[in-house]
């Protein structure tokens, strides 16, 4: 069953250090998101991305924050400047619309 | 008042028990229903997708929502250890943001 793959599953990274998560989304899908879990709190959402262009974002998305895809099969998140705030779960998204969106098992990002 | 609430629990329930979630919301431009399960460190696993009000029944698995009431809920029927999770609703209207409950998690006592 195709499912959506994020690596690497865990990263640790230094406060104000780049990084950045990648994805690789399931291989119809045209809709592509990033959400994010801090540890005890709600999912919440990121950004999404489709034909090519953010399409949406929330207040969390700020200037530090950038998606990319940079070929026909990778979606990556960056962040340029890491805060200890930003050490989440992260989860890609996508979807063939809006209706269901499917899941990768996430990225654990670490800031010290 | 929080765009959607959803009780946290725990909830215990012994096997072939019926477990009963539910989740309110205060948006009422939601028109999409999903109800996803989250095993531990893992990613939310979609389990049933429903558009506007009504019913939708999947196996085990049936997913309602009243509109009017601005109320979801998923009922497991026949619940067995391996459905012990978490499990989030979420909904989102004519827009690409899903806004989530905060997951309730569900213990299945064998």
């Known amino acids: 069953e195709p499912e959506v793959t994020q690596t690497p599953s865990h990263q640790v990274t230094q406060m104000g250090q780049e990084v950045i998560l990648r994805c690789v989304p399931i291989?119809?899908?045209?809709?592509f998101y990033w959400y994010r879990q801090i540890l005890g709190q709600k999912v919440e959402f990121l950004v999404s991305?489709?034909?090519?262009?953010?399409?949406?974002k929330s207040e969390i998305f700020d200037d530090q924050f950038s998606v990319e895809r940079p070929d026909g099969s990778n979606f990556t998140l960056k962040i340029r400047s890491t805060k200890l705030e930003d050490s989440a779960m992260y989860f890609c998204?996508?979807?063939?619309?809006?209706?269901?969106?499917?899941f990768g098992s996430g990225t654990q990002l670490s800031v010290l | 008042q929080k765009e959607v609430e959803q009780d946290p629990g725990p909830l215990s329930v012994p096997e072939g028990a019926i477990v009963s979630l539910n989740c309110t919301y205060s948006?009422?431009?939601?028109?999409?229903f999903m109800w996803y399960r989250q095993y531990s460190r893992k990613g939310p696993e979609l389990l049933m997708y429903t558009y506007s009000s009504g019913n939708k029944e999947d196996g085990r698995f049936t997913a309602q929502v009243d509109k009017s009431s601005k109320y979801i809920s998923l009922f497991i029927r026949d619940s067995q250890p391996s459905d012990s999770a978490t499990y989030l609703c979420a909904m989102r209207g004519n827009d690409y943001k899903l806004s989530f409950g905060a997951g309730t998690t569900v213990t299945v006592r064998a």
């Open positions: 291989s119809n899908h045209l809709y």
């Open positions: 991305f489709y034909n090519n262009e953010i399409s949406e």
């Open positions: 948006n009422s431009a939601f028109q999409y």
């Open positions: 998204a996508s979807g063939t619309g809006l209706e269901k969106l499917f």
